[in-house]
């Protein structure tokens, strides 16, 4: 089969399993690694392969750099205590018991290539359960703290998979050239990211670029950042949530509302296609990956995955309520209240062990042969036991999430944000003032100004009346106000969520309909 016609029939794979979750009410990342694994068992399909020194480049820059545009960088700092105890402890320490477990139980394992599988599968994937938990009564710090760990615990993973493949190859270990080791990545990779963000920042600013190009740039952004910092030695995926942190929280200062709905709508399309194929791409390879495997039967390669799942699930269980207990002691001791103020918030952080697609891009990256010229060992076994661990976590897991929530009965979240009724009751008497000032300022009279002041007066009247249907249906009359109305909104929703008002998702929601509003009225005005 011609490699164009293999990459189409891919693609049709993915658009009907995306078609599918949608009939079925299914997360997608779900669906994906069922049918990851059901494409592997059709006959006559091709052997994919993809050149390991490729597969972090081409699949990790976009994943990260969409995950940190879109997170909230007053919640990241705000719980930057729990998220690097997560990302950092947690992921040292899953490695570390993987590493010992697979030594112990695994032939032919040594501590080096348990450590290789432990840093692959340490990191949790937050996509599914976030995706399941934000339709759920879930406190929402829980999700901030999901999100955020998920960011950060992808870089020290793959910093413990590099020092895992040198000591492979050289055969020794130095604890204080490791740890040095990653305070250079880590901070170099951060540093790389900040600067390449700020150039893009200013070329979105001053560069008077078209919508297009301004969308191609977030792509070049998100990939220089990472090959930019790996070719330095840093670490390229901190440097890709560096600069995504950067752009999401600067974007809506220097974007214009066209570019913002055309960067939207491609980053959405090219997350969705490598979710899939990355997937579809290792289930193929599954079966050869299996029959490659000698002196192992299909029943012992299943026992060994299960058993590396339990130990990651066991020791995310362990680790966080250990975390929790003295994090809650040390607290009182310095008269803070606890990071949770139940066991239940404990409980579904621990559960939530979900692994995703930075562990697949991983093990898909284990090169063939070792820097020495070696070949690399185990590679092939990894690679079955990581898509075991994906499938007993995202699917096994992430199936019964919804019936975990509903037990623990979290009930109505109390919240420090604003609802929408009143972030719409702030943003309608913005634009009322708005207009008034450019009423004022230009000394405009007729009857068509009086009738925009009116419908904003009478829109500000309904929400302070707390009439929700009535609402909706003047906010249908949005497309309809003056630029000057629309662009005192921006100001104002730009200033709740700087002061932490306002929830990032109805921050971006918000704001697209600010963009439309303003889109449509371009149009009408030509």
Same mark, same amino acid.
């Given at each position: 089969?011609?490699?164009?016609?293999?990459?189409?029939?891919?693609?049709?794979?993915?658009?009907?399993?995306?078609?599918?979750?949608?009939?079925?009410?299914?997360?997608?990342?779900?669906?994906?690694?069922?049918?990851?694994?059901?494409?592997?068992?059709?006959?006559?399909?091709?052997?994919?392969?993809?050149?390991?020194?490729?597969?972090?480049?081409?699949?990790?820059?976009?994943?990260?750099?969409?995950?940190?545009?879109?997170?909230?960088?007053?919640?990241?700092?705000?719980?930057?205590?729990?998220?690097?105890?997560?990302?950092?402890g947690l992921v040292l320490a899953t490695s570390l018991g993987i590493a010992y477990v697979a030594h112990t139980f695994i032939p032919g394992f040594t501590l080096a290539t348990g450590l290789l599988l432990g840093a692959i599968v340490s990191p949790s994937d937050a996509v599914a359960a976030t995706a399941i938990?934000?339709?759920?009564?879930?406190?929402?710090? +829980?999700?901030? @703290? $999901?999100? =955020?760990?998920? #960011?950060?615990?992808? %870089?020290?993973?793959?910093?413990?998979?590099? /020092?895992?493949?040198?000591?492979?190859?050289?055969?020794?270990?130095?604890?204080?050239?490791?740890?040095?080791?990653?305070?250079?990545?880590?901070?170099?990779?951060?540093?790389?990211?900040?600067?390449?963000?700020?150039?893009?920042?200013?070329?979105?600013?001053?560069?008077?670029?078209?919508?297009?190009?301004?969308?191609?740039?977030?792509?070049?952004?998100?990939?220089?950042?990472?090959?930019?910092?790996?070719?330095?030695?840093?670490?390229?995926?901190?440097?890709?949530?560096?600069?995504?942190?950067?752009?999401?929280?600067?974007?809506?200062?220097?974007?214009?509302?066209?570019?913002?709905?055309?960067?939207?709508?491609?980053?959405?399309?090219?997350?969705?296609?490598?979710?899939? +194929?990355?997937? @579809? $791409?290792? =289930?193929?390879? #599954?079966?050869?990956? %299996?029959?490659?495997?000698?002196?192992?039967? /299909?029943?012992?390669?299943?026992?060994?995955?299960?058993?590396?799942?339990?130990?990651?699930?066991?020791?995310?269980?362990?680790?966080?309520?250990?975390?929790?207990?003295?994090?809650?002691?040390?607290?009182?001791?310095?008269?803070?209240?606890?990071?949770?103020?139940?066991y239940k918030h404990t409980t579904l952080l621990a559960y939530i062990s979900m692994r995703g697609i930075v562990s697949l891009a991983a093990a898909l990256s284990i090169p063939e042969r070792l820097p020495n010229g070696l070949p690399c060992p185990g590679r092939n076994l990894i690679l079955f036991i990581t898509?075991?661990?994906?499938?007993?976590?995202?699917?096994?897991?992430?199936?019964?999430?919804?019936?975990?929530?509903?037990?623990?009965?979290?009930?109505?979240?109390?919240?420090?944000?604003?609802?929408?009724?009143?972030?719409?009751?702030?943003?309608?008497?913005?634009?009322?003032?708005?207009?008034?000032?450019?009423?004022?300022?230009?000394?405009?009279?007729?009857?068509?100004?009086?009738?925009?002041?009116?419908?904003?007066?009478?829109?500000?009247?309904?929400?302070?009346?707390?009439?929700?249907?009535?609402?909706?249906?003047?906010?249908?009359?949005?497309?309809?106000?003056?630029?000057?109305?629309?662009?005192?909104?921006?100001?104002?929703?730009?200033?709740?969520?700087?002061?932490?008002?306002?929830?990032?998702?109805?921050?971006?929601?918000?704001?697209?309909?600010?963009?439309?509003?303003?889109?449509?009225?371009?149009?009408?005005?030509?």
């Amino acid at each position: 089969m011609h490699p164009l016609e293999t990459v189409l029939l891919l693609l049709i794979f993915v658009i009907g399993l995306a078609l599918l979750a949608r009939r079925l009410n299914l997360v997608f990342p779900i669906l994906l690694t069922v049918g990851g694994l059901i494409i592997g068992f059709i006959p006559g399909l091709p052997n994919v392969t993809l050149d390991s020194s490729v597969v972090l480049l081409v699949f990790l820059p976009p994943i990260l750099y969409s995950a940190a545009w879109y997170t909230n960088w007053g919640n990241f700092l705000r719980n930057l205590e729990p998220i690097l105890v997560l990302a950092l402890g947690l992921v040292l320490a899953t490695s570390l018991g993987i590493a010992y477990v697979a030594h112990t139980f695994i032939p032919g394992f040594t501590l080096a290539t348990g450590l290789l599988l432990g840093a692959i599968v340490s990191p949790s994937d937050a996509v599914a359960a976030t995706a399941i938990m934000k339709t759920l009564a879930v406190p929402r710090r +829980l999700v901030a @703290i $999901l999100e =955020g760990e998920s #960011l950060v615990n992808d %870089a020290t993973a793959l910093v413990i998979f590099q /020092l895992a493949l040198a000591t492979m190859s050289t055969g020794s270990f130095s604890l204080t050239d490791s740890l040095l080791d990653f305070i250079r990545l880590a901070g170099g990779g951060i540093g790389v990211g900040l600067a390449i963000g700020y150039s893009s920042f200013w070329m979105h600013k001053y560069g008077n670029l078209e919508p297009a190009l301004e969308t191609v740039l977030t792509f070049v952004t998100a990939y220089s950042a990472y090959i930019a910092a790996e070719h330095l030695h840093f670490s390229g995926v901190l440097s890709v949530v560096a600069a995504g942190l950067l752009l999401g929280h600067k974007q809506s200062r220097v974007h214009s509302p066209t570019t913002r709905m055309q960067a939207i709508a491609v980053w959405d399309f090219v997350i969705v296609l490598l979710n899939g +194929l990355i997937f @579809i $791409l290792i =289930g193929l390879q #599954l079966p050869h990956v %299996a029959a490659s495997i000698n002196g192992q039967s /299909l029943e012992q390669l299943v026992w060994f995955g299960l058993l590396i799942s339990l130990t990651a699930v066991a020791i995310r269980f362990l680790g966080i309520f250990l975390a929790d207990t003295v994090s809650t002691q040390v607290r009182k001791m310095f008269h803070r209240p606890p990071v949770f103020p139940s066991y239940k918030h404990t409980t579904l952080l621990a559960y939530i062990s979900m692994r995703g697609i930075v562990s697949l891009a991983a093990a898909l990256s284990i090169p063939e042969r070792l820097p020495n010229g070696l070949p690399c060992p185990g590679r092939n076994l990894i690679l079955f036991i990581t898509f075991c661990v994906i499938l007993f976590t995202l699917v096994g897991q992430g199936s019964l999430l919804p019936v975990v929530i509903r037990a623990l009965q979290f009930g109505q979240q109390p919240t420090d944000f604003l609802s929408r009724r009143e972030v719409w009751q702030r943003l309608s008497r913005r634009a009322l003032a708005g207009v008034h000032r450019v009423v004022d300022k230009e000394g405009l009279t007729g009857d068509t100004v009086q009738g925009i002041i009116d419908r904003h007066q009478e829109r500000v009247d309904e929400l302070d009346r707390g009439n929700p249907e009535k609402t909706e249906c003047q906010h249908q009359l949005s497309r309809k106000l003056t630029l000057s109305s629309i662009q005192a909104q921006r100001a104002e929703l730009l200033t709740l969520r700087d002061s932490q008002l306002v929830d990032v998702e109805l921050f971006h929601e918000l704001e697209n309909e600010l963009d439309r509003e303003e889109i449509q009225l371009q149009n009408v005005d030509v």
